[in-house]
């Protein structure tokens, strides 16, 4: 019988523990890593290709929904069981997509259900694309409130802050940060990225650019009656602002 290769994804010592010893009683789980935060998440799940990953919701850093947010859009979703404490709008949005959960702490017969669910699911594949479609939906429906974003440059996975960010850019097809010193590729859209973060003052420039405006130096009127962002970087990196944008721009920052 070929077992479940399942990841184990909490920020506590403790309960990662203790679930992999409820787990050694399951016959159809092989427990093949596990991990700490969000971040080595994302790197571990990439690297291991788990059918089943038990996520906790609630980490400091990236939470689960972060998590999966962070993951390539070309991945193929392994199975997610979430592991969460009592927290009801979470529940709600598991209820409503039939999502998979354990609520801590754990309880063995609980476990036993939703381990059992998640082999029927893999060896279906109907059923699983329909599970991975409600996992997608409610990643999608949680906040979207990048406290973090994870960066990729080389093999290493980073956390920037918000803050150090000059601009997103799209590079051939390619969305990727630009930070002072530094470029790296992000696994996040545009348009995502916007909506995440406008409380950090980031402006959707063009359809290719987002800009910080609290990193930009100076802005320059341009011929086009548009406007070019002067960041605030060693280089003077500039970014032009479509027309269209530029008149947004207008409402934002009035006298412009």
Do not use: C
């Not at 998979?100 to 699983?128: C, G, T």
């Not at 409600?134 to 409130?145: C, E, N, Q």
């Not at 974003?149 to 093999?155: G, N, Q």
């Amino acid at each position: 019988m070929k077992k479940l290769r399942s990841l184990v994804i909490d920020d506590e010592p403790n309960a990662r523990l203790r679930l992999r010893r409820l787990l050694k009683d399951e016959d159809r789980v092989e427990v093949i890593g596990e991990a700490k935060d969000g971040l080595e998440a994302v790197a571990e799940i990439q690297r291991l290709q788990p059918d089943l990953v038990f996520l906790d919701v609630q980490m400091p850093g990236l939470d689960g929904f972060e998590t999966l947010k962070a993951l390539p859009a070309e991945l193929t979703l392994p199975l997610i069981i979430f592991v969460t404490g009592f927290h009801e709008h979470a529940m709600a949005a598991f209820d409503a997509n039939a999502i998979a959960y354990l609520l801590k702490p754990i309880e063995p017969e609980r476990l036993r259900e939703m381990v059992e669910r998640a082999w029927r699911l893999q060896h279906f594949a109907d059923d699983r694309a329909r599970a991975a479609d409600g996992i997608h939906k409610v990643a999608a429906s949680a906040p979207r409130d990048f406290r973090q974003i994870v960066a990729r440059k080389l093999d290493r996975f980073l956390i920037l802050d918000p803050a150090e960010i000059l601009f997103f850019y799209i590079d051939h097809g390619i969305v990727r940060a630009r930070t002072s010193d530094d470029s790296f590729w992000v696994n996040y859209q545009l348009g995502d990225l916007e909506q995440g973060l406008s409380e950090f003052s980031f402006f959707r420039a063009h359809r290719a650019s987002l800009v910080n405006l609290r990193r930009v130096k100076e802005i320059r009127p341009t011929a086009r009656s548009a406007f070019v962002f002067v960041m605030d970087d060693a280089a003077g990196s500039e970014i032009e602002a479509s027309e269209r944008q530029a008149r947004a721009l207008r409402l934002i920052i009035p006298g412009l």
